[in-house]
């Protein structure tokens, strides 16, 4: 179970001042003194958080501690700088309110450290993530590398910041952190140059010769040695509890994190080394002949080495430091400068260097940490500037003014924003609102800013005023304007009042702050305020060839010559502050005010007076009797009832209603008067802290008479069931023992039991045991007599039998003579009988089968002859065609095989089936040809026609396929012009032997076959030597023999014919004749067919002539070809050789 804690419980004097009872500052004291000394640094006015700087480190900051003030109300539980955080980190991501947090206090309080306590503790409880991690800790490393160049050690504070720090994180609506802004204030530069006693520089110094490697030393022209630097004070240069070294490892791993590249962090590091080797530059006299002093640098190592390391030229920089360039509209006049001038123009460009490269720094980081995203930002802004600032006699200075200017304003809006939210909340709950009467600040704002007559108005106004300016003239004109303001002190005044207040030096004027008087001496106020860097000296710097010193110094660009004057540092701070006041205006204020016990940052040391100093001007006790004006407490009536409810019947244990009527019953129950407490919507407003008290007070008796009621009736519960458990284990424990004792109890009489038992049996089995031995011996006595008896009597028996045996067999033996004579007799006589028996039989059954034969075939030659006739020739049949179907040959109409016949008279069907099979796969076979098949085939079937049988040349043919075309006529293009002159397609062409008419020589010719023409044409050149146009052939003559010859026969009178006939040659002579003969008789219109001649001697027409063409064998000689030749007029022989088998 969870356990509720309040800030009401366990408390150490009062955890919230505006309940202490009486308020008096006394009691105020006394009370942060208690707490101080029970270590609670923390106390609470209403929502402000008093935060007292412990000085060393307390076990309130741990990872559990962030659990438990995680998500609680603000009052829930003891004050903690947590439950501020939780509550302003709530209300921005739930209500969607921005916030700001104020965080003031003297130097030394802790107000750094309580803004980093509120950094961590949001980074600690908004969202995680990879991106959101990363943006939390640029967020959080961005402190230290701002620490280190802007806080220093002083006499108040080992770590004090010299700068004051405004930071806007920025939320998405979810509360994950997406970046933010830092603003910065006013860096206190002067150190840089010249430090309080037992003060040091910036951080950064101290830490780069401490920690940086040798090498990086070496590269910076450094040496590790502080002394040898006259910039930095030599006193507190090692400070306790501060390990530089370490520190310049972090910072520089805190740059890398923010996301300085490696080249800007040695940029700004050279930047470092240029202001310790500048404090190094020293000047000498050199008299002039007008009396006059002339600067001149004594010792040019450093100013060279400083010259290298940012790539200036020496003698520019030689020449700033001792002359100076007035320039007016139109002219430029070049003044010397005398020594003094020399090292105030050194330390100007010192401090200027360095505040530029801070503001660089912040600039930087602001760039890597600001948000990726445009969308709506809620806005947690948190505030550490520098506290209120009084040193001891006339110390304060322009930076005092300035800064104890800052905290006025913020005291300003601190009582505008605590009074308006104060105002807010009774209006909001329906309160009736009686005004309070405090102290308003305005007036000393206005003071000091006011444009016509303001302080700092006044010092402007001086300080660009022409003629001689000193800080007297200023305070003279202070005198003047001033002097009627009631919070403006001076000596000088109209004031008489002050004319002899010895307390104020001449020099100097006092304001009355809102926190006390403070007196400022007004010596180098104009020069502060001026802040003057001789342009020289920022074109020098502007030539540099270091490019992050040329950025810092832009005023230096000669082309950008600015003649105005810059604003004055005070009119700067003036309006940042503005802007400032302006932002935290829109913003929820949470505050923070720290308080330092000691001046010794030493632990446990509460000096009460330096505390009383800090609670009056930080106006804490204004601020409770604000806070108490109205109601001193209030606490939503949820809450409420359940703290209370105890002190009411009608509320105790529960109340089943709403809260508010359940706090109203309680109310009046307990009899508080009506005029002590409102009730608010959601609130009760309680005026008094009496009566809180009053009610705390019932409470603890209550708890104290609830706690002896619960422990009564705890006491009560726990002994009688102590009780009931002892009498329970008493009756387990006595029928265990019962049990135990009946058991042994048992045991024994069963034990005796068995011995009287086996007592008893002993005897009587004793007993019977001699009886029966009596009875067994006179048993045995009389089977002995009888069986002495019935030997005697079986003896005399035996043999009477044996004697009567003895007769007996004799009779049986002649008994069984006699009867196997009779049965033998018998035997004979029954064998005889059988005998002749046996023959009876056979002979019946030979007449009686005998008879039966001679009836069945009768019956038989009538049917079953022919039956069995048929049945034998249908088996046979059968067997047959069975055999047939098994063995049909395969379906190629080549295939002469066919099974064997059986049977002779079989033979006619055989040869039947055998021709319709073949007809049958014959036909199969064909229809499976295509279009073009059958048309080979058909052709085939033509030639076959032609020529089977007729011509010895026709065998080897039927295996050669018949192409046609073999000269490939239409693709060759060789042959192009040839197949152009030709209009049909072309059937046939081929090279073919043309015969000489005359000698019977051949020479080659295409022969171009179509539909309508036979075309001879020249073999080389294509061209054509005669086209015969079919109509015109009237026959074809070929031999019977095994030759290519053939000769082709014109009709007479023709165009065709006036050379004569052809007597051609051919390869292919088969299938060349073949389709001349189905392209004439398809050609010509009547139907007539062509002519084939096949003989061995025929006539041709050559011209005139009639010549006779015979055939005739011959021996082959020239290989195979037959050859021809013209023997006469009327005769050409052809030989063709023998066809060799
Ligand atoms: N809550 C704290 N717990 C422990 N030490 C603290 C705490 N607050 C401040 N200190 C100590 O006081 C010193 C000064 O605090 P700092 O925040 O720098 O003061 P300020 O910023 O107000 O000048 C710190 O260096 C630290 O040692
Ligand atoms: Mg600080």
């Known amino acids: 179970m969870e356990v509720k804690t309040s800030l009401l419980d366990n408390m150490i004097g009062v955890g919230d001042m505006v309940l202490l009872e009486p308020l008096s500052e006394d009691s105020f004291l006394e009370n942060l003194k208690k707490r101080f000394d029970h270590n609670e640094i923390y106390t609470y006015i209403g929502s402000v958080v008093i ?67 509120v950094m961590s503790y949001v980074a600690a409880v908004c969202g995680k993530g990879q991106e959101v991690n990363k943006v939390k800790e640029q967020l959080l490393q961005s402190n230290p590398v701002l620490e280190a160049f802007g806080n220093a050690k002083t006499v108040r504070n080992d770590n004090s910041s010299r700068f004051g720090k405004y930071m806007d994180i920025e939320f998405d609506f979810k509360g994950d952190p997406l970046g933010g802004v830092i603003s910065n204030y006013l860096l206190e530069k002067s150190r840089v140059v010249k430090q309080p006693r037992g003060e040091r520089n910036f951080h950064i110094f101290y830490q780069l010769l401490s920690g940086a490697s040798d090498d990086t ?19 507190s240069a090692v400070v306790n509890g501060l390990d530089d070294a370490t520190s310049f490892r972090t910072v520089k791993n805190a740059m890398q994190i923010v996301g300085f590249m490696e080249d800007e962090i040695r940029s700004v590091l050279e930047l470092v080394a240029a202001v310790l080797k500048l404090g190094n530059i020293e000047f000498k006299p050199e008299s002039r002949c007008n009396d006059t002093d002339e600067s001149r640098v004594r010792d040019k190592n450093d100013l060279k080495e400083m010259c290298e390391l940012l790539g200036i030229e020496q003698t520019v920089l030689e020449r700033a430091f001792s002359y100076r360039t007035v320039e007016a509209k139109l002219e430029k006049v070049s003044t010397t400068l005398n020594v003094a001038q020399a090292y105030y123009a050194r330390d100007a460009l010192a401090k200027n260097l360095y505040s530029r490269l801070f503001s660089w720094l912040v600039t930087r980081i602001n760039e890597s940490i600001k948000a990726q995203t445009k969308s709506r930002h809620k806005v947690m802004g948190v505030l550490d500037i520098y506290g209120f600032e009084i040193f001891e006699k006339a110390d304060n200075s322009f930076e005092q003014f300035i800064i104890n200017y800052c905290n006025e304003k913020l005291q300003q809006i601190f009582i505008e924003l605590t009074l308006r939210e104060e105002q807010e909340e009774y209006i909001r709950e329906g309160i009736e609102w009686t005004n309070i009467e405090y102290f308003n600040n305005a007036v000393i704002c206005d003071l000091i800013e006011n444009n016509q007559n303001g302080i700092m108005a006044m010092l402007d106004e001086e300080c660009l005023r022409p003629g001689t300016v000193t800080d007297e003239t200023f305070l003279d004109k202070l005198n003047t304007v001033c002097a009627e303001h009631q919070h403006f002190e001076s000596r000088l005044s109209k004031n008489s009042k002050f004319l002899n207040d010895h307390s104020l030096p001449h020099s100097c004027f006092r304001i009355q702050h809102y926190a006390g008087k403070v007196l400022y001496c007004v010596e180098g106020f104009v020069d502060k305020n001026n802040d003057l860097l001789y342009r020289d000296l920022s074109q020098a710097m502007f030539k540099a060839t270091h490019s992050l010193m040329k950025e810092l110094f832009p005023e230096g660009n000669p082309s950008k010559v600015n003649l105005k004057r810059p604003p004055t540092a005070g009119s700067q701070f003036k309006s940042s502050v503005g802007t400032l006041m302006k932002n ?33 001007y930080l106006g804490l006790m204004e601020n409770v009797r604000v806070r108490r004006a109205g109601y001193a407490f209030r606490q939503p009536y949820g809450p409420c009832l359940e703290r209370y409810k105890m002190l009411c019947k009608r509320t105790w244990p529960h ?20 005029e002590e407490f409102s009730y608010g919507r959601s609130k009760i407003f309680i005026r008094n802290p009496r009566t809180l008290f009053f009610l705390e007070e019932r409470r603890r008796q209550c708890l104290q008479d609830l706690a002896t009621l619960i422990q009564k009736i705890y006491r009560g519960w726990k002994c009688r069931t102590h009780f009931l458990l002892l009498k329970k284990s008493q009756v387990v424990v006595a029928a265990w023992y019962r049990r135990y004792a009946q058991q042994k109890k048992y045991q024994r009489i069963k034990s005796a039991t068995t011995v009287v038992q086996s007592y008893a049996r002993g005897w009587q089995a004793r007993k019977l045991l001699r009886e029966l031995k009596h009875q067994k011996r006179c048993e045995e006595a009389v089977t002995t007599i009888a069986a002495y008896w019935h030997g005697t009597q079986a003896r005399t028996e035996l043999r009477r039998l044996k004697q009567e045996v003895r007769n007996k067999h004799a009779v049986t033996v002649i008994w069984a003579y006699w009867q196997g004579t009779q049965a033998r007799r018998e035997l004979r006589k029954l064998k005889e009988e059988a005998r002749r028996k046996h023959a009876v039989a056979v002979i019946w059954a030979c007449w009686q089968g005998l008879k039966v034969r001679r009836e069945y075939r009768k019956f038989f030659r009538a049917n079953a002859g022919k039956k069995i006739y048929n049945f034998t020739i249908q088996r046979i049949m059968q067997k047959y065609f069975l055999g047939v179907k098994s063995g049909l040959p395969s379906m190629s109409p080549v295939d002469k095989n066919w099974p064997a016949r059986p049977y002779r008279f079989l033979d006619a069907a055989h040869a039947q089936l055998r021709s319709i099979f073949h007809l049958w796969r014959c036909k199969k076979y064909r229809s499976q040809f295509s279009q073009e098949r059958k048309a080979v085939y058909q052709e085939k079937l033509e030639a076959s026609e032609l020529f089977k049988d007729k011509k010895s040349l026709y065998p080897s043919s039927v295996s050669q396929p018949f192409k046609g075309d073999y000269l490939e006529i239409s693709k060759n293009p060789k042959y192009q012009k040839l197949n152009s002159c030709v209009e049909e397609k072309v059937l046939l062409a081929d090279v073919v032997n043309k015969i000489n008419r005359a000698n019977g020589k051949g020479a080659s010719r295409i022969l171009l076959l179509t539909k309508k023409n036979v075309v001879l044409a020249d073999q080389k050149t294509g061209q054509v030597k005669a086209s015969v146009a079919l109509p015109d052939l ?26 004569g006939d052809f007597l051609l040659s051919s390869e292919h002579l088969i299938e060349t004749i073949t389709k001349l003969h189905h392209i004439g008789s398809t050609a010509s219109d009547d139907g007539e067919q062509l002519d084939i001649n096949i003989s061995d001697e025929f006539l041709v027409q050559f011209k005139q002539d009639k010549v006779c063409v015979k055939f005739i064998q011959a021996a082959p000689k020239n290989g195979n070809s037959a050859s021809c030749k013209r023997k006469n007029n009327r005769l050409l022989e052809v030989s063709v050789p023998a066809a060799t088998a």
């Open 584 to 616: 935290l205006q829109t913003k929820n204020p949470n505050y923070i005010r720290c308080i330092k016990p000691n001046d010794k940052k030493a632990a446990h040391i509460f000096t009460a007076s330096l505390v009383c100093h800090q609670v009056r």
């Open 1034 to 1059: 009237i026959s074809v003559s070929v031999s019977t023999q095994n030759d290519g010859f053939f000769a082709l026969k014109l009709k007479e009178g023709s165009a065709s014919a006036v050379k």
């Open 51 to 117: 935060s007292m700087n412990p000085y060393r480190s307390l076990p309130i900051y741990s990872p559990e501690k962030v659990e438990e003030y995680r998500n609680r109300n603000f009052y829930e539980l003891s004050p903690h700088i947590y439950a501020l955080a939780d509550e302003a980190y709530r209300s921005l991501r739930d209500q969607d309110k921005d916030q700001c947090i104020l965080i003031t206090g003297e130097s030394g309080s802790g107000k750094t450290e309580a803004s980093k306590l």
């Open 655 to 674: 109340w089943r209603g709403p809260a508010r009527e359940g706090v109203e019953v309680l109310m009046a129950d307990l009899q508080v008067p009506t």
């Open 217 to 235: 030393l070496k590269k910076l022209k450094l040496d590790r040695d502080f002394s040898k630097y006259n910039y930095l004070s030599l006193d």
